[in-house]
Structure formats: C-alpha cells, structure tokens
C-alpha cells in the first residue's frame, strides 16, 4: 500500500514539473491559480488530508497579508487547496530539491534569515506585490509541532503599514480524523528531513488539515496613533495562540 502512495507522489510531483515548465509560462493569472489549487487538492487527496476551512469568506477579493503559524512543508500546499497565494519563504527552501525549484517558479519570495539588509529588500518587494495581490508569511521563522505559536517576527509586517492592506491572522492544525485529536505526524521540525516528514504523513493517513481565517488587524482604530508592524505582529499572535488554544 505505501509503495502505491510513494508512487503516486513521485508521479504527481512530476506532474507538477511538466506543467510549471511547458504550461504555465503560457497561462494567464486565473488559470495559474487553478493549476496550482488543483494541484495541491491533490496532492492532500495523496495523503489522505481532508480540508476543513473555517470563516474562509472572510478574506474578500482585497489584496491583503495572511499571517499563519507554520507546522509543516505540507502548509503551502494546504493554504493553495484553499486559495492560491503568494508565499515569503527562508532562503533554505530554495536549495531544496524539486520543491525548492518548483517554490521558485511559483513566484515565492525568499529571506534570508538573520540579515536585517535583506529583510528590508523583502518587505519593500512585499510592499510592491501588495498593490496588486496578496501574501502569506509564517512569522515564526520556524516551524513547530502546532500545539502552541511561538513569538511572531516583526519585520514583513512593515510591509503592510507602507501597503496600507488588511492583515489577516491564519490558524493551520492538523487533526487526526479518528479522534480528533491534534497529530504531530505532519511536523517538520528540529533536524528532521523532507523524505522523513513525507514518510510520517505517509505512515499516518487519516488527517484533517484545518484553516480557520480570524478577523483582519483593524487599521481603522488607529487613526489618532498609527500602529506599528509590532503591535500588527503581537494581534496575529495572539489571535492564532487564543483559537489554538480553544480547539484543543
């Protein structure tokens, strides 16, 4: 049975190479983000994963941030189930092999970690983007086993305060289908590889990914004092560390 599932990642993966290198060069904005949702609805139908979204309406057709906290490699391809997006990404994931390649052709943004200079190149081609379109970013600048959120990184929301967008807080959990429980099968942290993390969700087939969008940073109670990135940073924490909090 593993063996079947293993081929058929390897089989969808290189689906996904073809058509990033024959087809989307020739595809409007529209049908690129169907290619990629129907591409990451299947890769979570690979793996067993159902998705459950909650208050997804919430987002509206405004370009705008989503702040998410980060569990697994398997959160982009979630996220784009849902709704396709523009990602900010360590520059590891790039030198990763095929998925580094393919993050790159999909238009991810990556950052340096550690480099204020770097960051700052970033958060100005954020502010950019944002004109027109919409990100996600994992503040955590790590990822966890999603029991809790760790400190949120401040710096991308400067972003948002030269945009002027909404911010939207994300809450991602995975969910075991049997008890509902959270599983830490899909966790990609501390010294783990990718074939390792893949092969944990592989061994544990019976998820619920789970996105819950919570109510956008409100720019309008700012009017006297304006806020900073800080303050927008430590409202998505704390309103993704309450729901995590509740759900469990």
């Known amino acids: 049975m593993r063996i079947w599932v293993w081929s058929q990642i390897w089989f969808h993966v290189i689906c996904g190479i073809l058509t990033l290198s024959l087809m989307f060069p020739f595809l409007d904005r529209r049908n690129k983000d169907r290619a990629i949702q129907k591409w990451s609805k299947h890769l979570l139908k690979i793996f067993n ?84 379109d919409s990100i996600c ?29 909404p911010v939207f807080p994300l809450s991602l959990q995975y969910l075991s289908k049997t008890t509902g429980n959270r599983s830490e099968s899909p966790a990609f942290i501390g010294e783990m590889g990718l074939l390792e993390s893949m092969s944990n969700i592989v061994k544990n087939r019976n998820l619920v990914a789970k996105i819950t969008i919570l109510p956008a940073f409100s720019w309008s109670q700012q009017a006297i004092i304006p806020a900073d990135r800080k303050q927008v940073a430590s409202y998505c924490e704390d309103s993704i560390a309450k729901t995590l909090e509740q759900q469990m």
């Open 49 to 132: 994963i159902e998705l459950v979204v909650q208050d997804g309406t919430l987002l509206g057709n405004v370009p705008h941030l989503i702040a998410a906290n980060h569990i697994s490699w398997l959160d982009i391809h979630v996220i784009n189930a849902f709704r396709p997006i523009c990602f900010v990404a360590k520059s590891e994931v790039e030198g990763w092999p095929i998925f580094g390649w393919m993050a790159k052709r999909l238009g991810t943004l990556f950052i340096k970690r550690g480099s204020a200079r770097h960051a700052r190149q970033v958060v100005n081609q954020m502010a950019e983007v944002l004109k027109v």
């Open 137 to 165: 970013i994992f503040p955590e600048g790590t990822s966890t086993a999603g029991e809790s959120v760790l400190p949120f990184k401040s710096n991308l929301f400067e972003a948002t305060i030269v945009a002027q967008t």
